[in-house]
């Protein structure tokens, strides 16, 4: 990914691989992390404070998008699926359901009187499932704040997250011993 004239550098030393903005000196993204803490990173800056904490990893993230327009919905999955590639984000399943979800409300044309004279409205709503995997939790949170920045008008958004956790304590031990025996 070319960067052209934008504030970001990237720099890789002791095995870390990332960007760091210079117009605030915050951290943007990194790709490879590792836990030690570098000393020469461009312009004395470290990143002792981000190593502390570990990344979340993600087996997979759904993201439901649902609008009155199919044509808005379509626009935004290629969107959405652009950035993933920029971000090397690994691209799962992207589906629509065949038809749309219909409601139908129907009214009395008059509030009186006149039963057989009624009008009948409509309200279709289409949807776009996509689905992203294996993900950190500071690349996840870098895309989803992009892509909710540029949601359409009309558009709304529902993220379903699946994390890896390691297994507790007393089912580790439970697993040890059953392969033990």
Same mark, same amino acid.
């Given at each position: ?43 004395? @800056?470290? +990143?002792? %404070? ?11 993230? *759904? /993201? ?40 139908? @409300?129907? +009214?009395? %044309? ?11 409205? *409509? /309200? ?40 890896? @956790?390691? +297994? ?14």
């Amino acid at each position: 990914m070319a960067f052209g004239n934008s504030p970001c550098k990237r720099f890789q030393e002791n095995g870390i691989l990332g960007m760091i903005a210079n117009h605030h000196l915050q951290f943007v993204g990194v790709n490879n992390f590792s836990s030690t803490r570098t000393s020469g990173t461009p312009q004395g @800056l470290s +990143l002792e %404070k981000y190593s502390d904490k570990k990344d979340t990893l993600y087996k997979s993230v *759904e /993201i439901e998008v649902r609008s009155g327009e199919p044509a808005v919905l379509l626009s935004y999955e290629w969107f959405t699926s652009y950035a993933a590639k920029q971000l090397g984000i690994t691209i799962g399943k992207c589906w629509a359901p065949p038809k749309a979800h219909h409601h139908r @409300l129907t +009214l009395l %044309k008059s509030i009186h009187i006149y039963k057989k004279h009624r009008v009948q409205y *409509e /309200i279709r709503t289409y949807f776009r499932h996509m689905t992203y995997e294996r993900l950190t939790e500071s690349t996840l949170k870098t895309f989803l704040e992009y892509i909710q920045r540029n949601v359409p008008e009309g558009v709304a958004v529902k993220v379903t997250k699946k994390s890896v @956790l390691n +297994l507790p304590p007393s089912l580790n031990d439970s697993v040890r011993r059953l392969s033990l025996q």
